[in-house]
């Protein structure tokens, strides 16, 4: 069986005369390859008989199953097969992938082959990464990544969401930036992928109006978790987290552990402030020969995590900032609503003099008794166990 857009290209019956009106082989080429660049819709045999009837899973989470497929002309595939509590989710997710990435070419963003829409199956075909999320090398046994390698994939993937937010013809919207959703090709180059909760934003559109919490806890911007207006900056902030995680090479706070630990941006911030960021980075097990790339990194990561969304960086910048072509500015204390127990359009009432109070009525709004915390001040622990684990 052919499947349409993955097929060889044809051979050409060329007209060998000077009159002929036949494309050269050369240009047979290119309109294929052109095809190909457009999202394929597939149908339900096509896949099972790529999947070998869903036979290899590569993993599975809330939106549904991921397989392995193998296509007649050798490419291989991800095929995620999108399941929900309902049909208006599934329809929800399926709408908000196709037409955010399904418009999209960036060599840091997954690429979307194409779909499969009917009754009983709604898919997504992918490329297949063959190394895998980054998660697996930053929070799992799998802690091989080299931090110059490291360093890169942050470089990559804040050129990827760069790209959605300043280049394309409408502005992309992620929601969803952590590491579980940047995958790594053959050579450990990083993609993003996981566009279920993307929205497309017109240019002249500077804010979003959320009816309900959109993200991850833990990544998830504060304005995300409360009824304030939210910009394309969420996923700014959502990426300075995930920029504390892979310096540290660990989650940011591990639920694991006793919560006598002490959350890892915010530890991070109170050394800086207090001058000790050499010890921050030797902490956190990172030789001296990386010495300037890990405080660009922390500098980066703590501009990126401001609490108000207009003191966060643009993408863009944050690329040049990483790669050392320009300077970075001094962060402030991107923390101050925890101490002052302010939140991005709240008010501070009379009968808030408790900032303790206030500080944990905000922040279980904003996931906290999920089991990730976003600011309560907790992991003492973290630097004994860093200590131990060089040691």
């Known amino acids: 069986m052919i499947i349409w857009g993955f097929s060889c290209c044809r051979t050409s019956q060329i007209d060998k005369s000077e009159d002929s009106q036949f494309p050269t082989l050369a240009m047979d080429k290119f309109l294929n390859d052109m095809e190909k660049q457009k999202p394929i819709r597939f149908n339900d045999l096509q896949l099972r008989i790529a999947t070998k009837n869903y036979s290899c899973m590569l993993g599975s989470g809330g939106f549904g199953s991921v397989y392995k497929a193998f296509f007649k002309n050798g490419i291989t595939a991800a095929v995620k097969v999108l399941n929900g509590s309902s049909d208006k989710r599934i329809e929800e997710q399926f709408m908000a992938e196709v037409s955010t990435i399904g418009r999209t070419h960036h060599f840091n963003l997954v690429q979307l082959y194409g779909f499969c829409f009917e009754k009983d199956l709604r898919a997504l075909v992918y490329e297949y990464m063959e190394n895998g999320s980054l998660d697996e090398y930053l929070f799992h046994k799998n802690k091989t990544l080299i931090f110059e390698k490291l360093h890169d994939i942050a470089v990559g993937t804040a050129k990827g969401i760069a790209y959605l937010h300043e280049e394309c013809q409408q502005r992309i919207i992620h929601y969803d930036i952590k590491p579980g959703n940047i995958l790594l090709d053959s050579n450990f180059d990083p993609k993003v992928a996981d566009f279920g909760l993307a929205k497309l934003l017109n240019r002249e559109n500077t804010h979003i ?136 359009g709240h008010q501070v009432q009379a009968s808030e003099t408790n900032t303790n109070t206030s500080i944990c009525s905000s922040c279980s709004v904003m996931g906290i008794e999920s089991g990730i915390a976003y600011g309560t001040h907790i992991m003492r622990k973290y630097e004994a166990e860093i200590a131990s684990r060089n040691g």
């Open 209 to 344: 109006t959320m009816t309900g919490g959109r993200g991850t806890p833990g990544y998830a911007a504060p304005e995300l978790w409360m009824p304030f207006p939210v910009t394309y900056k969420c996923d700014v902030y959502s990426f300075g987290m995930m920029l504390f995680e892979i310096i540290g090479r660990r989650r940011n706070l591990d639920v694991n552990l006793p919560e006598s630990q002490e959350w890892f941006p915010m530890w991070a911030w109170k050394r800086f402030d207090a001058g000790q960021l050499v010890e921050l980075i030797i902490a956190c097990g990172i030789e001296e020969k990386n010495k300037e790339i890990a405080e660009r990194m922390f500098l980066v990561a703590l501009l990126c995590v401001h609490y108000r969304p207009e003191s966060r960086p643009i993408m863009s910048a944050v690329v040049k900032m990483l790669e050392g072509s320009s300077e970075i500015p001094k962060p402030l204390n991107p923390f101050q609503q925890l101490m002052d127990g302010i939140f991005p």
